[in-house]
T-cell receptor
Framework: DAGVTQSPTHLIKTRGQQVTLRCSPI?????VSWYQQVLGQGPQFIFQ???????GRGNFPDRFSARQFPNYSSELNVNALLLGDSALYLC?????????????FGPGTRLTVL | AQSVTQPDIHITVSEGASLELRCNYS??????LFWYVQSPGQGLQLLLK??????LVQGIKGFEAEFKRSQSSFNLRKPSVHWSDAAEYFC???????????FGTGTRLLVSP
């Protein structure tokens, strides 16, 4: 079975641009969570989506938004990019909303903002 | 505030030697506790988790962790380290409302020959 997939693998943007990152969960999983991992830090929770609705949000500005599609895949959008947005963005999927205890992580998208 | 602390940024262990990585948490009630490993270019892989019951938890790849309520700790151990264990290790905690998974800052394990 395929695991969590994310695209693209790497991305380079300049300040002020907008970026969209994509995540496909494990088949049958209905919940997707997004995390930001800045170099040298642990992952920070950004969003959780379940059944196409936002179910949790971390301490991130409104420049960050996400959505989940009927096939449970998800996109993370970041507007007006700042240098500090450079990070590894991880997507994790789980079966249900309350099953963050059984999350499976993708390999991440490395975003570099110049 | 809920937090997870990993006091060691880097640890170097000789191959074949034992390993202990430290993790402390600060939560009102005992959270669910996890250890993840991240190899370069890889996502996070769950090593083990603790919810309740036996305070010594067995995980994959020969790892185990011990929960100590009195010390608010959940330290990861392995009796004999292999070169392939070199990676970054993250301790994480999930509150009982299942709302937010909080990670520590990680410990990078280096394995010397």
């Amino acid at each position: 079975d395929a695991g969590v997939t994310q695209s693209p693998t790497h991305l380079i943007k300049t300040r002020g641009q907008q970026v969209t990152l994509r995540c496909s969960p494990i088949s049958g999983h209905k919940s997707v969570s997004w995390y930001q991992q800045v170099l040298g830090q642990g992952p920070q929770f950004i969003f959780q989506y379940y059944e196409k609705e936002e179910r949790g949000r971390g301490n991130f500005p409104d420049r960050f938004s996400a959505r989940q599609f009927p096939n449970y895949s998800s996109e993370l959008n970041v507007n007006a990019l700042l240098l500090g947005d450079s990070a590894l963005y991880l997507c994790a999927s789980s079966f249900g909303q309350r099953t963050l205890i059984e999350q499976f992580f993708g390999p991440g998208t490395r975003l570099t903002v110049l | 505030a809920q937090s997870v602390t990993q006091p060691d940024i880097h640890i170097t262990v000789s191959e074949g030697a034992s390993l202990e990585l430290r993790c402390n948490y600060s939560y009102g009630a005992t959270p669910y506790l996890f250890w993840y490993v991240q190899s370069p270019g890889q996502g996070l892989q769950l090593l083990l988790k603790y919810f309740s019951g036996d305070t010594l938890v067995q995980g994959i790849k020969g790892f185990e962790a011990e929960f100590k309520r009195s010390q608010s700790s959940f330290n990861l151990r392995k009796p004999s380290v292999h070169w392939s264990d070199a990676a970054e290790y993250f301790c994480a905690a999930l509150n009982t409302g299942f709302q937010k998974l909080v990670f520590g800052t990680g410990t990078r394990l280096l394995v010397s020959p």
